[in-house]
């Protein structure tokens, strides 16, 4: 049987401290800066704060991932090599990347540390894992949230590299790494700014019925009634009214959250080297229950027991989950 990694969120270093303490094989996290995918105001690390906790972190046998997962735009480039090259000197072990370009100067610049492929690059296939091993040296694929049990097997037995797969948080639907509503709404893109609907673009309106309305930039994203509780205003998780349907709905995706806890042995059997919790901008007492929880099913999988696993959906995105495509593509 494999033995799967967990690899675990570290938004800040207070969460990176957390995530190990409850028993994260891996934790990934990124710079302060557009170089990764969750750039938002009070997350991530300076390079000191990395440093310190790539020591804590290895003190504790616990790896470090760099997320160097967004593509840099014309005449930036810089940034990414720079972020690169400070994060071997601070001792991290591998790399998240997407970019080509990224991936060619670690591998040019760095070959002695792991190159693992974002799922910001959307590799769902055998031919294209293969072209980034062959001309990367990739060692590990983070799979699209788009494929199901059989179809991880089938790609498992032509690829010469592991596989990543997400078990638990944001369910992802839309392409990954190809993602341009934010940067319709905003100019800010998810993909090479890391910014999906950044905070100075979010506003919150009350009506005199004490109806809320949540705008992103200029557009309205969603309406709540007085009482409903409101979310995040995610324009992908938005209720629109469109020309084939009236009265508000979730046009692309609802707020639900993947939780693939009942799957990890047929994950396991499928070849899945590693687990990957999502939640870098949670909280610690998130990311403490969660780690926790999984920490405890993988250990009884390894053992051979069948665990008793723990509710968790009052962690989820909407108190909803699914299990998405893994068990079949009829999601929705």
Same mark, same amino acid.
């Given at each position: 049987?494999?033995?799967?990694?967990?690899?675990?969120?570290?938004?800040?270093?207070?969460?990176?401290?957390?995530?190990?303490?409850?028993?994260?094989?891996?934790?990934?996290?990124?710079?302060?800066? !557009?170089?990764?995918?969750?750039?938002?105001? /009070?997350?991530?690390?300076?390079?000191?704060?990395?440093?310190?906790?790539?020591?804590?972190?290895?003190?504790?046998?616990?790896?470090?991932?760099?997320?160097?997962?967004?593509?840099?735009?014309?005449?930036?480039?810089?940034?990414?090599?720079?972020?690169?090259?400070?994060?071997?000197?601070?001792?991290?072990?591998?790399?998240? &990347?997407?970019? &080509?370009? &990224?991936?060619?100067? =670690?591998?040019?610049?760095?070959?002695?540390?792991?190159?693992?492929?974002? &799922?910001?690059?959307?590799?769902?296939?055998?031919?294209? =894992?293969?072209?980034?091993?062959?001309?990367?040296?990739?060692? $590990?694929?983070?799979?699209?949230?788009?494929?199901?049990?059989?179809?991880?097997?089938?790609?498992?037995?032509?690829?010469?590299?592991?596989?990543?797969?997400?078990?638990?948080?944001?369910?992802?639907?839309?392409?990954?790494?190809?993602?341009?509503?934010?940067?319709?709404?905003?100019?800010?893109?998810?993909?090479?700014?890391?910014?999906?609907?950044?905070?100075?673009?979010?506003?919150?309106? $009350?009506?005199?019925?004490?109806?809320?309305?949540?705008?992103?930039?200029?557009?309205? =994203?969603?309406?709540?009634?007085?009482?409903?509780? !409101? /979310?995040?205003?995610?324009?992908?998780?938005?209720?629109?009214?469109?020309?084939?349907?009236?009265?508000?709905?979730?046009?692309?995706?609802?707020?639900?959250?993947?939780?693939?806890?009942?799957?990890?042995?047929?994950?396991?059997?499928?070849?899945?080297? !590693?687990?990957?919790?999502? /939640?870098?901008?949670?909280?610690?007492?998130?990311?403490?229950?969660?780690?926790?929880?999984?920490?405890?099913?993988?250990?009884?999988?390894?053992?051979?027991?069948?665990?008793?696993? !723990?509710?968790?959906?009052?962690?989820?995105?909407?108190?909803?989950?699914?299990?998405?495509?893994?068990?079949?593509?009829?999601?929705?």
């Amino acid at each position: 049987m494999t033995v799967a990694e967990l690899i675990c969120p570290a938004g800040t270093p207070a969460s990176l401290r957390t995530a190990v303490d409850a028993g994260a094989d891996a934790v990934y996290c990124g710079f302060q800066n !557009a170089t990764n995918a969750r750039n938002f105001p /009070g997350l991530n690390f300076s390079p000191d704060e990395l440093a310190a906790s790539v020591r804590y972190a290895h003190e504790q046998g616990t790896k470090v991932l760099l997320a160097l997962n967004t593509y840099p735009p014309d005449g930036k480039f810089d940034l990414w090599k720079e972020a690169a090259d400070l994060g071997a000197r601070l001792g991290i072990d591998a790399y998240i &990347v997407a970019d &080509v370009g &990224v991936a060619e100067y =670690i591998r040019q610049n760095h070959p002695g540390i792991r190159l693992h492929l974002s &799922v910001q690059a959307a590799a769902s296939s055998p031919e294209a =894992i293969r072209y980034y091993v062959r001309e990367f040296a990739v060692k $590990r694929v983070v799979l699209p949230r788009i494929l199901t049990i059989p179809e991880i097997r089938e790609i498992k037995s032509e690829i010469p590299c592991e596989i990543e797969t997400f078990i638990f948080g944001n369910h992802g639907l839309m392409v990954e790494g190809r993602c341009s509503l934010t940067n319709y709404a905003t100019g800010l893109s998810t993909n090479m700014d890391g910014v999906c609907s950044p905070a100075a673009e979010v506003h919150y309106v $009350r009506d005199d019925q004490e109806n809320l309305s949540t705008r992103l930039g200029e557009f309205t =994203i969603d309406r709540f009634g007085a009482g409903e509780k !409101a /979310g995040y205003p995610t324009i992908c998780k938005g209720r629109y009214t469109t020309a084939q349907r009236q009265g508000g709905y979730y046009a692309f995706e609802e707020p639900i959250s993947l939780n693939l806890a009942r799957l990890l042995p047929d994950l396991i059997d499928a070849g899945v080297n !590693a687990f990957k919790i999502e /939640g870098r901008q949670r909280s610690r007492a998130y990311v403490r229950e969660v780690v926790s929880s999984f920490r405890y099913a993988v250990d009884q999988i390894r053992a051979g027991n069948k665990p008793d696993l !723990a509710d968790l959906v009052a962690l989820t995105e909407g108190q909803k989950e699914t299990q998405g495509a893994f068990r079949t593509k009829k999601w929705r």
